[in-house]
């Protein structure tokens, strides 16, 4: 079992930056797959970027291709997701989602959840 507490999101302006984190409890965090997705309102849940058990691969979704970045620190049990050039479109509840072992980057392969930290993007 672990659990999982977002932090970071904010209110930035378009073209800004921000950092998310996800800062996960237990000992075998290595061991999991990491994910980061974000639910807009009235949209469904969605996957951003993902990341393997030792960070040496990396996944995301074309629309945050060239300005989103993963990483984790398995020493710090955290995952982070480095946020550039913001877009409006951008602006949703970005969760944190921890995957036993690999099963795809849909909702239904991760097994456990945070409760998300809200991003809101100003044009």
């Known amino acids: 079992q672990v659990q999982l507490v977002e932090s970071g999101g904010g209110l930035v302006q378009a073209g800004g930056s921000l950092r998310l984190s996800c800062a996960a409890s237990?000992?075998?965090?290595?061991?999991?797959?990491m994910g980061w997705f974000r639910q807009a309102p009235g949209k469904e849940r969605t996957f951003v970027a993902g990341?393997?058990?030792?960070?040496?691969?990396?996944y995301y979704a074309d629309s945050v291709k060239g300005r989103f970045t993963i990483s984790r620190d398995n020493a710090k049990n955290t995952v982070y997701l480095q946020m550039n050039s913001l877009k409006p479109e951008d602006t949703a509840v970005y969760y944190c989602?921890?995957?036993?072992?690999?099963?795809?980057w849909g909702t239904g392969g991760m097994d456990y959840w945070g409760k998300g930290t809200l991003v809101t993007v100003s044009s």
């Open positions: 989602a921890a995957g036993n072992y690999f099963r795809g």
């Open positions: 990341i393997n058990w030792g960070g040496g691969s990396t």
């Open positions: 237990g000992r075998t965090f290595s061991s999991y797959f």
